[in-house]
T-cell receptor, first 119, second 113 residues
Framework: DAGVIQSPRHEVTEMGQEVTLRCKPISGHDYLFWYRQTMMRGLELLIYFNNNVPIDDSGMPEDRFSAKMPNASFSTLKIQPSEPRDSAVYFC?????????????????FGEGSRLTVL | GDSVTQMEGPVTLSEEAFLTINCTYTATGYPSLFWYVQYPGEGLQLLLKATKADDKGSNKGFEATYRKETTSFHLEKGSVQVSDSAVYFCALISNFGNEKLTFGTGTRLTIIP
């Protein structure tokens, strides 16, 4: 079974440009998480979805960041306009419920990440 | 709110040494506890887990026991290898309320041949 797939793996852009990161979760998983990782701030949860519905976006830094999950097999994280301080590795992760109708197992499967550099 | 505290790194050990990485947590109810590992250039991956008190999670020679009385979940390995060099994250998920994981800050481990 394929794991979580993220694209692009690397992106270099200039300040002010729009950036779109993409994620395909593992088929059958119910939850999708977007994280950001930097040396200074460590691993930060940006937003998570349950059955394609955004549940907690309290970690989204500001209005320049937006995330969507139009269906169970695809999600995007968009930054518009991008700034140098957005440079980081962005991870997508997915997980499933313990049982049907139950809670998140907590067993997250991470993608390989998208390394973003904003000049 | 929920929180996870793990020992500051970096930790440097010689091959075949004994490893302990401490992790303590604060949570209401009965959380599930996890250790994730991140190898260079990769995403995190689940190493082991425990879902209730006194459970022992184990994988690849690593072990951790869910100690409710001390609110701890320390990671141990009897004989580390160079290939164990990575960043290790302790985490928990509550059994009610928000369904996101709470991660510790990570501990960087380097094993010297």
């Amino acid at each position: 079974d394929a794991g979580v797939i993220q694209s692009p793996r690397h992106e270099v852009t200039e300040m002010g440009q729009e950036v779109t990161l993409r994620c395909k979760p593992i088929s059958g998983h119910d939850y999708l998480f977007w994280y950001r990782q930097t040396m200074m701030r460590g691993l930060e949860l940006l937003i998570y979805f349950n059955n394609n519905v955004p549940i907690d976006d309290s970690g989204m830094p500001e209005d320049r960041f937006s995330a969507k999950m139009p269906n169970a097999s695809f999600s995007t994280l968009k930054i518009q306009p991008s700034e140098p301080r957005d440079s980081a590795v962005y991870f997508c992760a997915s997980s499933r419920r313990v049982v049907a109708g139950g809670r998140n197992t907590g067993e997250l499967f991470f993608g390989e990440g998208s390394r973003l550099t904003v000049l | 709110g929920d929180s996870v505290t793990q020992m500051e790194g970096p930790v440097t050990l010689s091959e075949e040494a004994f490893l302990t990485i401490n992790c303590t947590y604060t949570a209401t109810g009965y959380p599930s506890l996890f250790w994730y590992v991140q190898y260079p250039g990769e995403g995190l991956q689940l190493l082991l887990k425990a879902t209730k008190a006194d459970d022992k999670g184990s994988n690849k020679g690593f072990e951790a026991t869910y100690r409710k009385e001390t609110t701890s979940f320390h990671l141990e390995k009897g004989s580390v290898q160079v290939s164990d060099s990575a960043v290790y994250f302790c985490a928990l998920i509550s059994n009610f309320g928000n369904e996101k994981l709470t991660f510790g800050t990570g501990t960087r481990l380097t094993i010297i041949p």
